[in-house]
């Protein structure tokens, strides 16, 4: 689906005040996406494969249907646009959210499939546009306050609607916001990828924020569920669709 026949968002599915942040948000990485030529969709597909089948590193050398030196110009231009991380000294793609050539906290497990890691705690159900619908995929992560294991399972229908099967539990994850109501919303959340992570209880959150100065420091931001979590997780599923269509 594209930026034009996204569903509905559902507010009551977020926190208070969030649905025209995720708006905006999915809107501008659909279009994002959309703006692929089909070359650079190609090249983007199968950094997305390499980095889920073998977490290693992906260089220009590995497109030879593409030519090194077009697959070389491309990664530069998706690197500026923020769609991937492109490390100068080793030449190699490190990140292409969701996927990971770095260790991080949160890691997926689809059958057949080798364990991959994942760029932040949200992008986890974007993960399924490689492993399909109707996959059942192991996804874990760790509390970095408490150190304690959240896993769970989660998989996506035809409709690209998802569904879980969590432990009860009481996850938290802290969204910070920009203060300026104009900054690019996909850019935005580009540069929190690093800072989404899940913590085991809403203490945990917090004893988190107070160390880390987010608190009386007049950090905005917005406490999420593990429900509403994966919800802003299906609506960046739902707008990366049009890369796989």
């Not at 073998?54 to 690197?79: C, Y």
């Not at 432990?167 to 203060?179: G, S």
Request: glycine residues 4%; charged residues 20%.
């Amino acid at each position: 689906m594209n930026s034009q026949n996204l569903p509905p968002l559902d507010p009551r599915r977020l926190p208070d005040g969030q649905a025209a942040w995720v708006e905006s948000l999915r809107s501008q990485y659909a279009a994002l996406l959309e703006s692929f030529s089909s070359t650079e969709r190609a090249l983007y597909i199968q950094v997305w494969r390499q980095l889920a089948r073998h977490k290693s590193p992906v260089v220009a050398r590995s497109f030879l249907s593409i030519g090194q030196n077009t697959a070389q110009q491309i990664i530069r231009e998706l690197s500026r646009r923020n769609l991937l991380w492109f490390d100068d000294e080793l030449h190699a793609v490190l990140q292409c959210p969701p996927f990971s050539a770095l260790h991080t906290p949160h890691e997926v497990k689809a059958f057949g499939w080798e364990r991959a890691y994942v760029t932040s705690f949200v992008d986890i159900p974007l993960t399924l546009l490689i492993y399909g619908p109707n996959v059942w995929l192991e996804a874990t992560s760790c509390c970095p306050r408490s150190g304690e294991k959240l896993a769970f399972r989660i998989q996506m229908d035809e409709e690209y609607r998802l569904r879980w099967e969590v432990p009860l539990n009481d996850w938290r994850l802290w969204f910070p916001l920009p203060t300026n109501e104009t900054a690019d919303s996909y850019q935005t959340f580009h540069q929190l990828r690093p800072r989404l992570n899940a913590f085991y209880t809403i203490k945990d959150l917090d004893t988190h924020r107070q160390y880390q100065g987010d608190q009386g420091g007049g950090q905005v931001g917005a406490v999420y569920t593990l429900e509403q979590a994966l919800y802003l997780g299906q609506c960046l599923l739902q707008a990366g669709t049009s890369v796989f269509a």
